[in-house]
């Protein structure tokens, strides 16, 4: 099993970012996906998390209403549709996925992660 994450890079405040993750191995359409992020010296920071069994997603209050998860279960790949972004967004984000299903936000929940792509929102 094999999640690889794309889509970083540097981009300025206001601007919009899409991330993807791309799973190899296992069936993405069984599975309930999750995005983190984290900064340096600090712990991953739950962004979003969607199960399966009805498509619910979830969002941390940093992230609603800028951002979404939409999932392509042909394609095997998940993303992170972030909008209006701002420079407290700057981190390394990783998507994970997790076998139960679950749309949940402790990463202790979650069987695989991606390698993690970075966000720098700057001027």
């Known amino acids: 099993v094999q999640l690889q994450a794309s889509g970083g890079g540097l981009v300025q405040p206001g601007e919009s970012l899409t991330l993807s993750c791309v799973g190899s191995g296992f069936t993405l359409e069984r599975y309930g996906i999750g995005w983190f992020r984290q900064v340096p010296g600090k712990e991953r920071e739950w962004v979003s998390c969607?199960?399966?069994?009805?498509?619910?997603?979830y969002y941390a209050d940093s992230a609603k209403g800028r951002f979404t998860i939409p999932r392509d279960n042909a394609k095997n790949t998940m993303y992170l549709q972030m909008n209006s972004l701002k420079p407290e967004d700057t981190a390394n984000y990783y998507c994970?996925?997790?076998?139960?299903?679950?749309?949940?936000?402790?990463?202790?929940?979650?069987?695989?992660w991606g390698q993690g792509t970075q966000v720098t929102v700057s001027s």
């Open positions: 969607m199960g399966t069994r009805d498509g619910t997603t």
């Open positions: 994970a996925v997790n076998s139960l299903g679950l749309g949940v936000w402790d990463p202790r929940e979650f069987d695989y």
